[in-house]
C-alpha cells in the first residue's frame, strides 16, 4: 500500500497536474457544448411599477422559456439595517457599483451555463454603465416598464416593505440612460393582460437592438 502510495505522488509530481487538467477541461467543454448561451431579459422600471408581478406571470404563461428570476430585492435583503443611511453616505457609491455587479455576474454565470434570465432591476444611469460593461459578451433584451406616478404611489402605500416616496425618488433617472426592445405600461393593464404579449414577443427571438445601439455609443463615447 505504502509503495503504491509512493508511485501515485510520484506520478503527481510529474505531471499529475496536467493530468487532472485533463480531466476537468472535457466536462466544462461538455457543459458548454450541451448548453446554448442564455438569453437575459431585463425588466427596468421604478420600484412599485410591476416588474415583479409581470415576472411572475411571464414564468407561468411561458413555461417553456425556462426562464429563472433575478431580483434586484432578493440581493437588498442581504443588507443591514441602515446600510444606506446618512451614516454611510459616503460609501453608496461603492455599495452601489458592488450591489449592481454582484447581480450583473450572477445573471452572466446562468447565461453562460445556457440558462435564460429575467432581470428585475431598476437601473439608474450608473448602473446601466455597470450593465453594459459587464454584460457586453451576452445576449441582453431591454424591457421598459412604465407606470405613471400615481397609480406607483398608491401602490407603494398599501406595501408594507416599500418607503414613501421611493418611486417618484427614481422617476427621473429610471430611464435616463436606457434604450428598449419593448415597452409595457402597467398603470391600468395588468400583469395577466401584459404577460402573454411579452411572452409572445420573447417567443419570436427578438434580436437585442437597444443592447447593442447602447454598447456602441458607449464604445464610441
Not at 506520478?11 to 499529475?16: E, F, N
Request: proline content about 4%.
Amino acid at each position: 500500500m505504502q509503495n503504491c502510495l509512493t508511485h501515485l505522488l510520484s506520478d503527481y509530481s510529474h505531471g499529475g497536474i496536467e493530468l487532472l487538467h485533463s480531466l476537468v477541461r472535457p466536462h466544462r467543454t461538455t457543459v458548454s457544448a450541451l448548453h446554448r448561451q442564455g438569453t437575459l431579459v431585463v425588466l427596468n422600471g421604478t420600484s412599485s411599477s410591476g416588474k415583479t408581478s409581470l415576472a411572475v406571470e411571464l414564468q407561468r404563461v411561458a413555461p417553456e422559456l425556462q426562464l429563472l428570476h433575478l431580483q434586484l430585492d432578493v440581493f437588498r435583503a442581504m443588507e443591514p439595517p441602515g446600510c444606506w443611511s446618512a451614516d454611510y453616505r459616503n460609501q453608496a457609491p461603492l455599495r452601489l457599483e458592488a450591489l449592481c455587479r454582484a447581480m450583473n455576474k450572477a445573471a452572466s454565470e446562468f447565461a453562460r451555463c445556457g440558462q435564460n434570465v429575467l432581470v428585475d432591476h431598476v437601473l439608474s444611469p450608473a448602473a446601466c454603465r455597470y450593465m453594459l460593461e459587464d454584460l457586453d459578451r451576452y445576449r441582453v433584451l431591454l424591457v421598459k416598464v412604465e407606470c405613471g406616478i400615481e397609480e406607483a404611489e398608491r401602490r407603494e402605500a398599501l406595501r408594507k416593505d416599500r418607503k414613501s416616496g421611493l418611486a417618484r425618488s427614481q422617476l427621473a433617472s429610471v430611464h435616463a440612460a436606457c434604450s428598449y426592445d419593448f415597452e409595457v405600461d402597467t398603470t391600468s393593464r395588468s400583469a395577466s393582460e401584459l404577460g402573454p404579449l411579452l411572452a409572445d414577443w420573447l417567443r419570436g427571438s427578438p434580436e437585442p437592438e437597444a443592447h447593442i445601439r447602447m454598447q456602441r455609443s458607449r464604445n464610441a463615447a
